[in-house]
């Protein structure tokens, strides 16, 4: 089995998380980084054995990686995808995978000419707890599910992060709501109407948001914020039972299943590595096997579920 060879933009806490998972996934490796204070990209390469340190963008594309990981700020995905794209390589952008539509959907065209596999990193969907849950919804545990109830709230982060900068397109709902987004998607389809009640901090990003949604195949209510503390849970609601994932639910390792009769089942696949091994090795499989998309997480997904968050943050910024 031929090893994929990555390089990695950013060099963060994210980006550290990213390398530590790698060492659990099969035949993926990193050899080389790019950031753009090099110093720094100097000494995450000697801290995680990376042969090779690019000094520009330009030559880590030039480079015979098969694929990038794009871990820097939310406004830079978009143009790194597409320059990475357009270098042939594959590529894992960090959530959120655009801060525009527009943008999304010219980094998807990007992928589609190049005939690149493009995936963003949204985690939760290859944790193995919630395949398995995946599994026995398919398999008629739950019935059909038709509301999800999903978020979570953190007042902690310190001044100047970048959540809280608005030239970072910072805010909880790019943050952490677009994770509570990919669930409500993901169990329900794409929305028809988004509606927003929220709250814009000292700084001017929203601190607050709490959105319910119509989709195809039924409604969420979310919330998300940065001025209070709030459990990470979430309900996946069906026609004959639920599924209540744990705090904090998008790094999925326990649940209960409960049946309209009142039958409860304690569910429990504690994640080895980072976490971030599960996507990443599910990317690899598709590199490997020549898709360009992901069947767990197509582009209409990760459309969906920036298009809903997106919705919210024009109603809660008055934008
Ligand atoms: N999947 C997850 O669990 C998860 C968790 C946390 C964050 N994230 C996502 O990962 C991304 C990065 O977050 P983080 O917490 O790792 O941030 P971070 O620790 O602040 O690291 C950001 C990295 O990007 C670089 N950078 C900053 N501005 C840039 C720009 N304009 N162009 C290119 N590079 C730039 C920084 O370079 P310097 O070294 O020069 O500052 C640094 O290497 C965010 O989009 C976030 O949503 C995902």
Redesign the pocket.
């Known amino acids: 089995m031929k090893a994929i060879r990555f390089g990695i933009i ?6 550290q ?1 990213f390398v530590s998972g790698l060492a659990h996934v099969p035949q993926a490796e990193a050899v080389a980084v790019f ?3 090099t110093s ?1 990209a100097n000494l995450f390469a000697a801290a995680n054995q990376i042969p090779q340190i690019y000094a520009t963008l330009d030559e880590l594309l030039a480079s015979d990686i098969d694929a990038v990981y794009i ?7 978009a143009a790194l995808s597409i320059a990475a794209l357009k270098a042939g390589k594959a590529v894992l952008c ?3 995978a655009a801060v525009t539509l527009a943008e999304l959907d010219e980094v998807i065209a990007t992928a589609q000419a190049a005939q690149r596999l493009y995936m963003e ?1 949204m ?1 939760p969907a290859f944790f193995p707890l919630y395949r398995e849950i995946r599994e026995r919804i398919a398999a008629g545990a739950i019935g059909e599910v038709k509301f999800i109830r999903a978020g979570f709230s953190n007042p902690t982060l310190p001044a100047g992060h ?1 959540v809280l900068d608005p030239a970072q397109a910072g805010g909880g709902l790019l ?1 952490i709501g677009i994770y509570a987004a990919f669930l409500a998607v993901d169990w329900l389809g794409a929305t028809s109407e988004v509606q927003s009640l929220g709250r814009i901090g000292a700084t001017g990003v929203d601190t607050f948001a709490s959105w319910q949604s119509q989709h195809q195949h039924g409604i969420s209510q979310l919330y998300c914020g940065l001025d209070v503390a709030g459990s990470g849970e979430a309900l996946i609601a069906g026609t004959q039972g639920y599924v209540l994932l744990h705090d904090k639910w998008w790094n999925p390792a326990r649940a209960t299943l409960v049946t309209a009769t009142g039958e409860r089942e304690e569910l429990a696949r504690a994640p080895i590595g980072s976490g ?1 091994n599960y996507e990443t090795a599910h990317f690899c499989e598709l590199l490997r096997s020549g898709q360009q998309e992901s069947p767990i997480l197509p582009h209409a997904k990760t459309r969906a579920a920036l298009q809903m968050t997106l919705q919210s943050r024009q109603a809660v910024l008055g934008i």
Do not use: C, F, Q, V
Not at 10 to 15: E, K, L, Q, Y
Not at 71 to 77: E, I, L, Q, R, V
């Open positions: 950013g060099t963060g806490s994210i980006a998380r950031n753009r204070t720094k871990a820097t700020p939310h406004p830079s995905h960090e959530k959120p990193a985690k970048a943050d971030l």
